[in-house]
């Protein structure tokens, strides 16, 4: 799916441009299952007989699938990718919506914007790291997106001249 990316004049939000509704329900299917699932089968087990130590284990294993399966489907239906510049750090997370992930910071010294790497790595996503710290964009762009985007962090980064 190709991504497409928001500018502003101190920040970049890269999101996908097409979004599955199959998918999303699917994924929130799975979830409610999930969520369910455990306490069902508790229902049930205590006409049968006593509930032993596995209850908890099948709990916590299903709502731990549910968790994830929610995730799923929050970035599939909110996700985004947020890159935020200031005068001596470049901020990147993920938005799922209700909550933040994966946030990265760059810290920057005065002059240091040749210090910056630049370059598309082994799994086909683009990074952008210093000594300090390493951010990979794991959406779908093309080498002409990511560029844009590039010069765009650069030219926010001169702007605000880290003192």
């Known amino acids: ?31 409610l299952v999930a969520f369910s699932m455990p306490i069902a089968v508790t229902l049930i087990g205590l006409h049968q007989t006593s509930l032993g130590a596995g209850v908890l284990m099948s709990y916590i294993l299903c709502w731990g699938i549910a968790a994830y399966f929610l995730r799923l489907a929050l970035w599939n ?13 470049i901020e990147y997370h993920c938005s799922y919506g209700l909550f933040i992930d994966n946030k990265t910071t760059l810290t920057l010294e005065k ?3 040749y210090g910056i790497d630049i370059y598309k790595n082994t ?8 000594e300090t710290a ?5 959406q779908g ?17 001169a702007r605000n001249q880290c003192p």
Not at 123 to 130: G, K, Q, S
């Open 77 to 89: 239906l909110y996700g985004k990718e947020v890159i935020q510049i200031s005068a001596c750090t």
């Open 134 to 138: 390493v951010i990979e964009i794991n």
């Open 1 to 31: 799916m190709p991504a497409h990316f928001l500018l502003s004049e101190n920040s970049v939000i890269i999101s996908d441009s097409e979004r599955s509704i199959l998918a999303i329900g699917m994924l929130l299917l799975l979830t």
């Open 141 to 157: 762009l093309s080498e002409a997106a990511f560029m844009t985007i590039a010069s765009h962090v650069f030219q926010a980064l």
């Open 111 to 113: 002059d240091d914007l």
């Open 123 to 130: 799994d086909n996503h683009w990074v952008i790291a210093n």
